[in-house]
C-alpha cells in the first residue's frame, strides 16, 4: 500500500526533503536526477495488505480503514440493548428534594419533667401545710444539694474551690435562723458562714486563696442566703398560704413564658445569654403572673386586695425571667447545658431553683408592705 490509500497525497517535507525536493513516489523530474536528492529520500515503509470489501474498509468512501487494536471502534450496541432509564452515575449530583420543616420541641424529655415536677410539688405541698418544720428541712436539703452541684461545676470547669464543707454547713444554718430569728438571724448566719469560708480555705496553699473565698461568699449569698426568705414567710400567721403563693406565682410564670414563646415566639430576648428566651414569651409570662397573682392575693390572703396581686405577679414575672437569665450567664460562662442530672427532664436541683431563689426576697418584701409581716 502506498500514501494514496490515506485519501490525500503527502505533504512536501514529510518522507522528503522539507524544500525543493522531489516528492516521495512521484516520478522523476527526468534523465538528469539529482543524486543528492536520491541519497536523501528513504524508503517508503513495508504496510501490511487490507482485507477486501466485507472487512476493516470504509464502504462509503472506498478507502481502507487502518488496522489493529489502537484503531479499531468498539461493536455498535443494538436498540434494544440501551436500557429506557439509566441510573445516574454515582458521582452525579442528585436533585435536592424537600425536607419536612423541622417540628418545633421543648428539648427535654416532657413527661418525665411533668412527673418529676408533680413529685416535688406534692412533697413541698404535704410539708408546708402538715408540719412547717419539715418544710425547713426541705429547704435546707435542696439547698445543700444546690450547694454541692455549684461548687462541683465550679471545679471542673474552672479550677475553682469553693469551699464545700462550711458552705454547706452554713447555709443549712442560714435557713434555719431564717425561720427561727427572721432577718437578723439570717444576716448573722451569712455573716459566721463568710467568716467560716475564709478560715476554712487557709488550710490549703495561697495560691488561688482569693479566687477560691470570692467564689464561696458569692455562692453563699446565691444560694442559701437567698433561699432564707422562703423561710422568713412562714413565721408569718399565714405563712404556708405566703409560700404557696410564692411557688405558683413562679411555677406560672414560667408556664405562661414556655406557652406563649414556644407558640408565638419571634423574637429573641437575650440571644447570646440564652436564645430559647423570646419577647412573646416574657409578655407571656407576665399575663400569667398577674392573673394568678390578683386570684391569689383576693382569696388566699386575708386583707388582700386583687391590684396587689397584679403588681406582686408583674414582679414576679420580672425576678423570675431575671434569675433563669442570671444561671444561664453563669452555665454560659462554664460551657455547660445543665448543672446536674439528678432530676431527670429538668436537670439538676440548681436547674429549678435558679428563677425561685431571686424571686424569694422580692416576694417576701411585696407581701410585707401589702399586709405586714404578722
Given at each position: 500500500m502506498n500514501d494514496s490509500s490515506w485519501g490525500a497525497p503527502p505533504q512536501a517535507g514529510y518522507w522528503g526533503p522539507s524544500d525543493g525536493g522531489p516528492v516521495q513516489g512521484a516520478a522523476p523530474a527526468g534523465p538528469a536526477y539529482d543524486a543528492q536528492y536520491a541519497q536523501q529520500t528513504r524508503p517508503m515503509p513495508i504496510v501490511p495488505d487490507v482485507p477486501?470489501?466485507?472487512g476493516d474498509q470504509d464502504d462509503d468512501r472506498g478507502a481502507a480503514r487502518v488496522s489493529g487494536p489502537l484503531f479499531q471502534n468498539p461493536p455498535a450496541q443494538p436498540y434494544a440493548a440501551v436500557p429506557q432509564n439509566p441510573e445516574p452515575m454515582p458521582d452525579?449530583?442528585?436533585?435536592?428534594?424537600?425536607?419536612?420543616?423541622?417540628?418545633?420541641?421543648?428539648?427535654?424529655?416532657l413527661g418525665a419533667a411533668i412527673g418529676v415536677g408533680v413529685g416535688l410539688g406534692a412533697v413541698i405541698v404535704a410539708s408546708l401545710f402538715v408540719v412547717k418544720a419539715v418544710f425547713v428541712g426541705v429547704v435546707a436539703v435542696a439547698v445543700v444539694v444546690g450547694l454541692w452541684e455549684l461548687t462541683k461545676r465550679l471545679e471542673e470547669r474552672k479550677a475553682?474551690?469553693?469551699p464545700l464543707v462550711p458552705l454547706a454547713i452554713g447555709g443549712a444554718a442560714m435557713v434555719v435562723a431564717g425561720y427561727a430569728r427572721g432577718a437578723e438571724g439570717a444576716w448573722v448566719a451569712m455573716a459566721l458562714t463568710a467568716l467560716a469560708v475564709l478560715v476554712w480555705r487557709m488550710t490549703e496553699p495561697p495560691e488561688g486563696y482569693l479566687r477560691d473565698v470570692t467564689a464561696g461568699l458569692f455562692v453563699a449569698f446565691y444560694v442559701p442566703f437567698l433561699a432564707t426568705f422562703v423561710t422568713m414567710m412562714l413565721m408569718a400567721d399565714d405563712g404556708?398560704?405566703?409560700v404557696l403563693i410564692f411557688l405558683v406565682l413562679t411555677v406560672v410564670s414560667d408556664t405562661g413564658a414556655y406557652a406563649v414563646g414556644w407558640r408565638f415566639g419571634r423574637t429573641k430576648l437575650a440571644p447570646r445569654i440564652s436564645p430559647g428566651k423570646t419577647r412573646e414569651g416574657l409578655l407571656g409570662a407576665v399575663a400569667f403572673a398577674m392573673a394568678a397573682g390578683a386570684l391569689c392575693m383576693q382569696f388566699m390572703i386575708e386583707d388582700g386586695a386583687w391590684w396587689q396581686g397584679l403588681l406582686l405577679g408583674l414582679a414576679v414575672a420580672v425576678s423570675a425571667t431575671l434569675g433563669d437569665l442570671g444561671e444561664s450567664?453563669?452555665?454560659?460562662d462554664l460551657g455547660i447545658k445543665d448543672m446536674g442530672t439528678l432530676l431527670p427532664g429538668h436537670g439538676g436541683?440548681?436547674?429549678r431553683l435558679d428563677s425561685l431563689l431571686p424571686t424569694a426576697p422580692v416576694v417576701w418584701l411585696l407581701l410585707v408592705i401589702f399586709v405586714g409581716s404578722g
Open positions: 477486501e470489501h466485507g452525579a449530583p442528585q436533585p435536592a428534594q424537600s425536607q419536612p420543616p423541622p417540628k418545633k420541641t421543648a428539648g427535654r424529655d475553682v474551690k469553693a404556708a398560704q405566703r450567664m453563669i452555665k454560659r436541683i440548681m436547674d
